[in-house]
């Protein structure tokens, strides 16, 4: 089993920062693949950061070169560094691992923190 917890949410003026935290407990040696993803209201979830399987890193448009995704091997943490937030990043931004598990993979979320950006 793997569990995420999310971290660093909160209430932000447009153009300023936040850093979200994602620690995984658990089966670490299981995940293949971490990240972020984000959910406003009334829309669907989508990618934010992600590391992929061969360690590189993938963005959503909306954010590239606004926003950084990072990690701590020894901490099995994975941060999110969002600069220049807009109201349109106002979202629950949602930890993400896709872990190996017999016959293929498996999708594990964290409870999610909230990001609230004021124009």
């Known amino acids: 089993q793997i569990q995420l917890v999310e971290s660093g949410g909160g209430l932000v003026q447009a153009g300023g920062s936040l850093r979200l935290s994602c620690v995984a407990t658990?089966?670490?040696?299981?995940?293949?693949?971490m990240g972020w993803y984000r959910q406003a209201p009334g829309k669907e979830r989508e990618l934010v950061a992600t590391f992929t399987s061969g360690g590189s890193t993938r963005y959503g448009d909306s954010v590239k070169g606004r926003f950084t995704i990072s990690r701590d091997n020894a901490k099995n943490t994975v941060y999110l560094q969002m600069n220049s937030l807009k109201p349109e990043d106002t979202a629950v931004y949602y930890c993400n691992a896709r872990i190996v598990v017999r016959g293929g993979y498996s999708e594990v979320w964290g409870q999610g923190t909230l990001v609230t950006v004021s124009s």
């Open positions: 658990g089966r670490i040696f299981s995940i293949n693949a």
